[in-house]
């Protein structure tokens, strides 16, 4: 119990600096802003916490060191929080939501209900998590949570390829601190953990496509997200690929909302998450170069401190371990050139695609039915083109490392394939949202009065 309070203390840290120092609560609608400072503050909480436990309780050895400069900073940051308060000097000007938005608002409570109920029952019978939960990220967890002497074997070339020792330890090192702080290694750290990830995914989604396109079409994208199977059944795995997919989805949400810093701050995370966040991340600052460019250097400075933190750790401490682009590189030019490995990847990722359903329900159908009722608005093509380009890029780069991969191509693609499609479908699902017209927008032109002469001459 007492490790579950740390992991509530991590959210609180984190929704606490994100209220002192940005305007998310500020935004419009008042609660749009709040569901966007609480799903930034609970990611961000949790990336800020298990990089000041590497860095103070694994690399400089104390593990008391790393929870006083937490604690100091969780004071620091409720003192400046409630000194910078939002003055409440205007009355609340929200108009009563229309009796859809309320149906829609009921139905994403209910989703997450049923989603929380499975997960807990998978709990239930399975605690500890799927495989690579037991074997990666929990283990790794162990040994960060241990003396400093074993804090190294998470990392450590004997662990083997199968436990990706070379693998970020935002997970593990978060899930290790609240082993630490509560002096037990409870199964519930990390189930909440992969928990309180996928609500904030939910909240950012539907926080932020209501402040950019209207409360009905945010409400809508996070219950989309919300009955997304592959995404469910990623929860109670205990796996990283929800806390990513989180990160990849903030960072693109925080651009389009104009906060770079907090864009370039959420794509590290991603980094110090997992390797396919250092694609994001360079991919990301691309993006912003390209389709963004007076954002970068702002971008840069959130980005830097925690990727300069993952690059260390890749390139120095872990740098004994062979990632699955340096195991490849031998023989990769035949395999390349090998047309059959293309059908054998390309065929692949369309039963993939066709096996995220659950029965007559795939998760694709809700935008369809969007698409065709509601169509885009022009006027986000730009904002469609920066996240797609992205995304596509992401998707390209998994394409070939199954191209080149030295494992079994078809074991690699079963065993991975469905997990790397769940880091990025929030995004995309983000993407397409944010580029559909408005249902407000779509109303009033259907309304348009037929001009005066027209009707004259029918008459």
């Given at each position: 119990?007492?490790a579950?309070?740390?992991?509530?203390e991590?959210v609180?840290?984190?929704?606490?600096?994100?209220?002192r120092?940005t305007?998310l609560?500020r935004c419009?609608?008042a609660?749009?802003?709040?569901?966007?400072?609480f799903?930034?503050g609970a990611?961000?909480?949790?990336?800020?916490?298990?990089?000041?436990?590497f860095?103070?309780?694994?690399?400089?050895?104390s593990h008391?060191a790393?929870?006083?400069v937490e604690?100091?900073?969780?004071a620091?940051?409720?003192?400046?929080?409630?000194r910078?308060?939002?003055?409440?000097d205007k009355?609340a000007?929200?108009?009563?939501?229309?009796?859809?938005v309320?149906w829609?608002?009921?139905?994403?409570v209910?989703?997450?209900?049923l989603?929380?109920?499975?997960?807990?029952?998978?709990w239930?019978?399975?605690p500890?998590?799927?495989?690579?939960?037991?074997a990666?990220?929990?283990l790794?967890?162990?040994?960060?949570a241990?003396?400093?002497?074993?804090?190294?074997?998470a990392?450590?070339p004997?662990?083997?390829?199968?436990?990706h020792?070379?693998?970020?330890?935002?997970v593990?090192?978060?899930v290790?601190?609240?082993?630490s702080?509560?002096?037990?290694l409870?199964?519930?750290?990390?189930?909440s953990?992969?928990?309180?990830?996928f609500v904030?995914?939910?909240?950012?989604?539907?926080g932020?496509v209501?402040v950019?396109?209207g409360?009905?079409l945010?409400?809508l994208?996070?219950?989309?997200l919300a009955a997304?199977?592959?995404?469910?059944?990623?929860?109670?795995t205990?796996?990283?690929d929800v806390p990513?997919?989180?990160y990849i989805?903030a960072a693109?949400l925080?651009?389009l909302?104009d906060?770079?810093v907090?864009?370039?701050i959420s794509?590290?995370?991603?980094?110090?998450?997992k390797d396919?966040?250092f694609?994001f991340?360079?991919?990301?600052?691309a993006?912003?170069a390209?389709f963004?460019?007076?954002?970068?250097?702002?971008?840069l400075?959130?980005?830097?401190p925690v990727?300069?933190?993952?690059?260390?750790?890749?390139f120095l401490?872990a740098?004994?371990n062979?990632?699955?682009?340096?195991?490849s590189?031998?023989g990769a030019g035949?395999?390349i050139v090998d047309a059959?490995?293309?059908?054998?990847t390309?065929?692949?990722?369309?039963?993939?695609f066709?096996?995220?359903a659950?029965?007559?329900?795939?998760?694709?159908?809700?935008l369809?039915?969007?698409a065709v009722a509601?169509?885009?608005?022009?006027?986000r093509?730009?904002d469609?083109?920066?996240c797609?380009?992205?995304l596509?890029?992401?998707l390209l780069?998994?394409f070939?490392?199954?191209i080149?991969?030295f494992?079994?191509l078809?074991w690699?693609?079963?065993?991975?394939l469905?997990r790397?499609l769940?880091?990025?479908?929030p995004a995309?699902v983000?993407?397409?949202?944010?580029s559909f017209r408005a249902p407000?927008a779509?109303?009033?032109?259907t309304r348009v009065?037929q001009?005066k002469?027209?009707?004259?001459?029918r008459?």
């Amino acid at each position: 119990m007492i490790a579950l309070l740390w992991v509530l203390e991590a959210v609180l840290l984190g929704c606490l600096l994100v209220y002192r120092w940005t305007d998310l609560a500020r935004c419009e609608p008042a609660w749009a802003g709040w569901l966007l400072l609480f799903g930034a503050g609970a990611a961000g909480g949790i990336g800020l916490t298990s990089c000041l436990f590497f860095v103070f309780g694994v690399l400089l050895g104390s593990h008391t060191a790393a929870l006083v400069v937490e604690l100091l900073l969780l004071a620091w940051s409720a003192y400046e929080a409630y000194r910078h308060r939002a003055r409440a000097d205007k009355a609340a000007s929200e108009t009563q939501p229309p009796v859809a938005v309320l149906w829609i608002a009921g139905g994403l409570v209910l989703a997450l209900g049923l989603a929380t109920a499975a997960s807990s029952t998978a709990w239930e019978f399975n605690p500890q998590g799927n495989w690579d939960a037991w074997a990666i990220w929990n283990l790794r967890a162990k040994f960060l949570a241990s003396p400093a002497d074993l804090a190294p074997r998470a990392w450590s070339p004997a662990l083997g390829a199968i436990t990706h020792a070379e693998y970020p330890l935002l997970v593990s090192g978060f899930v290790a601190r609240a082993w630490s702080a509560g002096n037990s290694l409870s199964a519930a750290v990390p189930q909440s953990t992969s928990y309180v990830f996928f609500v904030a995914l939910l909240a950012l989604v539907a926080g932020g496509v209501t402040v950019l396109r209207g409360r009905t079409l945010g409400l809508l994208a996070a219950l989309a997200l919300a009955a997304a199977p592959p995404l469910l059944r990623e929860v109670p795995t205990q796996y990283a690929d929800v806390p990513l997919a989180a990160y990849i989805a903030a960072a693109l949400l925080f651009s389009l909302l104009d906060r770079p810093v907090l864009a370039g701050i959420s794509a590290a995370f991603a980094a110090w998450t997992k390797d396919e966040g250092f694609l994001f991340l360079i991919l990301f600052v691309a993006g912003i170069a390209v389709f963004r460019r007076r954002s970068i250097l702002a971008a840069l400075a959130g980005a830097a401190p925690v990727g300069l933190l993952g690059v260390a750790f890749k390139f120095l401490l872990a740098r004994g371990n062979d990632s699955q682009v340096t195991t490849s590189l031998p023989g990769a030019g035949h395999r390349i050139v090998d047309a059959g490995r293309y059908a054998t990847t390309l065929a692949a990722f369309g039963r993939e695609f066709i096996g995220m359903a659950s029965g007559w329900y795939h998760p694709i159908l809700p935008l369809i039915v969007l698409a065709v009722a509601l169509h885009f608005d022009r006027e986000r093509r730009r904002d469609a083109t920066f996240c797609g380009t992205i995304l596509g890029f992401q998707l390209l780069g998994y394409f070939g490392i199954y191209i080149v991969t030295f494992h079994d191509l078809v074991w690699q693609l079963q065993t991975s394939l469905s997990r790397l499609l769940v880091q990025v479908w929030p995004a995309l699902v983000l993407a397409a949202f944010v580029s559909f017209r408005a249902p407000e927008a779509a109303a009033i032109l259907t309304r348009v009065p037929q001009p005066k002469a027209r009707r004259k001459a029918r008459a």
